[in-house]
């Protein structure tokens, strides 16, 4: 397998499990164990787009329970006699080569996954930020030389690029220490938060100037938030940022 896998470094190792439910795409060649008319690949391709039943395969990290995974779109693109290269955009825990297994089980030849290469996981693809490993220790040596930080701006990229796919709630100055110790958000910390929130989504807490400060599982729903004077909105799960690079503006109950 080749393409993109995201690496976090010290402090933003804590985003890693926002990354680990962000939908993927990947660009595989499936190889059929008998020739199958393009027509006939194609039809049974867009039967699989949607939710669909899954069993991991054998050697998988999970236990090898039946599950669903939703599939949001799976693209033919080209058949060389018994090689079928297509693209997939998919939910997170998706194996691609069940999904081969499967297709070709119900194309009745059987097949199975020859190539694949991921083309994007979660806000990362390969047209925004992609580095080989050759670069990459390129530009690091660069960087030893010079100690030139717009050599790593090349190749590390902000934590909040991980945090795009999560709806975000944005808080007061003076709400984020609290949030920094573990408090949960209550609603008179909210300046504005993105819609089509829902209780029990992960969502991202921010600052006012775009700085990441936890990752929190809110307790109510964008249209209950609008009404709410006090009460509490999200539950933090994991803080982000240091303590004390905001002002201490709560009081520690004895």
């Not at 717009?150 to 999560?166: D, G, S, T, V, Y």
């Not at 008179?188 to 775009?210: I, L, R």
Request: proline share 4%; hydrophobic share 40%.
């Amino acid at each position: 397998m080749t393409g993109v896998l995201p690496i976090a470094l010290e402090e933003a190792t804590k985003v890693v499990q926002a990354l680990l439910f962000a939908g993927k795409e990947y660009l595989c060649v499936m190889k059929l164990h008998s020739a199958v008319s393009e027509s006939r690949v194609k039809a049974v391709l867009e039967e699989f787009c949607g939710v669909i039943y899954q069993r991991p395969p054998i050697r998988a990290s999970v236990k090898r329970r039946l599950r669903t995974r939703r599939i949001y779109y799976l693209r033919f693109l080209e058949q060389d006699e018994r090689n079928v290269l297509f693209q997939v955009g998919c939910e997170a825990g998706t194996y691609i080569r069940k999904l081969c297994y499967d297709i070709g089980e119900v194309l009745g030849v059987s097949a199975h996954m020859q190539e694949l290469r991921r083309t994007r996981a979660g806000p990362f693809t390969e047209e925004n930020g992609l580095v080989t490993l050759h670069d990459l220790a390129y530009l690091q040596s660069r960087w030893q030389q010079t100690k030139d930080e717009a050599l790593l701006r090349k190749f590390i990229q902000p934590m909040e690029k991980a945090l795009e796919p999560l709806p975000k709630i944005y808080i007061r100055d003076s709400a984020v220490d609290a949030i920094c110790h573990g408090a949960f958000l209550a609603a008179p910390g909210v300046v504005s938060f993105e819609t089509g929130m829902k209780p029990n989504d992960t969502v991202a807490v921010f600052t006012q100037k775009g700085e990441a400060v936890a990752l929190a599982k809110a307790l109510t729903s964008t249209e209950q938030i609008l009404k709410m004077n006090h009460g509490l909105v999200a539950k933090t799960l994991r803080v982000l940022m240091p303590r004390g690079i905001y002002p201490k503006a709560w009081q520690k109950s004895v």
